[in-house]
């Protein structure tokens, strides 16, 4: 996980980002505007906490006014915003609720949906979750997705005169969804994710419980 304080267009991590070859099944890429913290680096977004073990990060678009977590026995916020507060409340929730252990997602996918719920009383609630397994979306004002899969095309971004050709960097069984606040391309179509809204991804579909 790279995170930089500084902003992104003069950021070493940007740069290494655009010339590095990482590949991984889940990113989570945030630019962060501080509504609540300071601009320091146990502040930036994605935050990263071990449960079950396995590594879940978590990234927040909003703003959560006179949010003080309860119950707190295992998990603490580092820094001091919001966000990072939201994921300790969430991930503690979900260790007391499941304290035998990580439960099936289908189990797990309705307490999320609960605590979740609760915190986006608080204010604004756009979210991202992964476990490296699935991949949890939540709009509370703005999200959007798109699943690109074969056969693929060519993609014009919407803020540049930037094509790309995704014909010729992919393969036929790959598939990937881009989760994004607003889109970010203006010749496909992208799928609105309704307010209050929480969708679950995996393997770059989403996956729907009841």
Same mark, same amino acid.
């Given at each position: 996980m790279?995170v /930089?304080s500084?902003p992104?267009i003069?950021?070493p991590?940007?740069?290494?980002?655009?010339?590095? %070859?990482?590949?991984?099944?889940?990113?989570?890429?945030?630019i962060?505007?501080?509504?609540?913290?300071?601009?320091v680096?146990?502040?930036?977004?994605? $935050?990263?906490?071990?449960?079950?073990?396995?590594?879940?990060? $978590?990234a927040?678009?909003g703003?959560?006014q006179?949010f003080?977590?309860?119950?707190?026995? !295992?998990?603490? %916020?580092?820094g001091d915003t /919001?966000?990072?507060k939201?994921f300790?409340?969430?991930?503690?929730?979900l260790?007391?609720? !499941?304290?035998?252990?990580?439960?099936s997602?289908e #189990?797990?996918?309705?307490?999320?949906? &609960?605590?979740?719920?609760?915190?986006?009383?608080? @204010?604004?609630?756009n979210y991202?979750?992964? /476990? @490296?397994?699935?991949f !949890?979306?939540h709009?509370s004002?703005n999200?959007?997705y798109?699943?690109?899969q074969?056969? $693929?095309a060519?993609a014009?971004l919407?803020?540049q005169? *930037?094509?790309?050709?995704?014909r &010729?960097?992919t393969?036929?069984?790959?598939?990937?969804?881009?989760?994004?606040?607003?889109?970010?391309?203006?010749?496909?179509?992208? #799928?609105p994710?309704?307010?209050?809204? *929480?969708?679950? !991804?995996?393997?770059g579909l989403p996956v729907?419980?009841?």
């Open positions: 790279l /930089d500084k992104s003069s950021s991590v940007a740069e290494l980002v655009r010339s590095y %070859p990482i590949h991984s099944t889940h990113v989570i890429a945030h962060r505007k501080a509504t609540q913290g300071k601009v680096l146990e502040n930036c977004h994605p $935050f990263r906490r071990e449960l079950w073990g396995r590594y879940w990060i $978590f927040h678009n703003d959560l006179n003080v977590p309860e119950s707190m026995e !295992f998990y603490h %916020p580092v /919001d966000s990072e939201a300790c409340s969430i991930l503690e929730t260790r007391q609720s !499941f304290p035998k252990g990580r439960p997602v #189990t797990l996918y309705p307490v999320l949906k &609960e605590i979740t719920q609760l915190l986006a009383q608080k @204010g604004v609630f991202l979750l992964s /476990d @490296g397994d699935y !949890f979306a709009c004002t999200l959007s798109i699943v690109r074969a056969p $693929f060519a014009h919407i803020d005169d *930037l094509t790309v050709d995704f &010729e960097l393969t036929s069984s790959d598939r990937v969804a881009i989760i994004a606040t607003t889109p970010l391309t203006d010749n496909e179509t992208w #799928t994710i309704q307010s209050g809204e *929480l969708l679950a !991804f995996q393997d729907y419980f009841k």
